[in-house]
């Protein structure tokens, strides 16, 4: 069974940095891009990043752009997402999704306020 | 970037009512489609992708159509469960843009 789990959400300050981890298990992880999907509270989806499988494409948001890093270890099957520079508008329940979207974590939740 | 305008944003229906949602892009996407639902506190889940394609295990009162830009979602007989909220999402061109949501609730 195809799991995903995220972690390393919490309260930060503005200006702050914090990483997100998605451990990723029940399938070959290195052949599949991954995704960073993120909802606000009460808000709709926002795709936010996407890595291919070695790691040779990577995409951002305009929104995220300069300020999050997407990144994968296949020897330990995890995805990361280090954002730094957080916002207030970047608070949300951040989800990793494996592609095709049909696998998805718990989601994390990132709070950014003073 | 693909401007996916979904309608409508809230909608009440009967059970048994037949319920459609629709989703319009800012240019062709190639059937790039996918529909999600979504309940309250948990991920997204897929029902329907390449536009018109039942995911396994989604029961086949759920449904999806179009081409080009214009694509729509149907359920063919609300049932209780089916309260959720539901979006669409094109995978044609990066950035990968959702719809806005329909929150769809009984009457």
């Known amino acids: 069974e195809v799991q995903l789990v995220e972690s390393g959400g919490g309260l930060v300050k503005p200006g702050g940095s914090l990483r997100l981890s998605c451990a990723a298990s029940g399938f070959t992880f290195s052949p599949y891009s991954m995704n960073w999907v993120r909802q606000a509270p009460g808000k709709g989806l926002e795709w936010v990043s996407s890595i291919s499988g070695r790691s040779s494409y990577i995409h951002y948001a305009d929104s995220v752009k300069g300020r999050f890093t997407i990144s994968r270890d296949n020897a330990k099957n995890s995805l990361y997402l280090q954002m730094n520079s957080l916002r207030a508008e970047d608070t949300a329940v951040y989800y990793c999704?494996?592609?095709?979207?049909?696998?998805w974590g718990q989601g994390t939740l990132v709070t950014v306020s003073s | 970037d693909i401007q996916m305008t979904q309608s409508p944003s809230s909608l009440s229906a009967s059970v048994g009512d037949r319920v459609t949602i629709t989703c319009q892009a800012s240019?062709?996407?190639?059937?790039?489609l996918n529909w999600y639902q979504q309940k309250p506190g948990k991920a997204p889940n897929l029902l329907i992708y390449?536009?018109?394609n039942l995911e396994t295990g989604v029961p086949s009162r759920f449904s999806g159509s179009g081409s080009g830009t214009d694509f729509t979602f149907t359920i063919s007989s609300l049932q209780p469960e089916d309260v959720a909220t539901y979006y669409c999402?094109?995978?044609?061109?990066?950035?990968?843009?959702f719809g806005q949501g329909t929150k769809l609730e009984i009457k």
């Open positions: 999402q094109q995978y044609d061109d990066l950035p990968y843009t």
């Open positions: 240019q062709a996407i190639n059937n790039y």
């Open positions: 390449d536009a018109s």
């Open positions: 999704a494996r592609s095709g979207y049909r696998n």
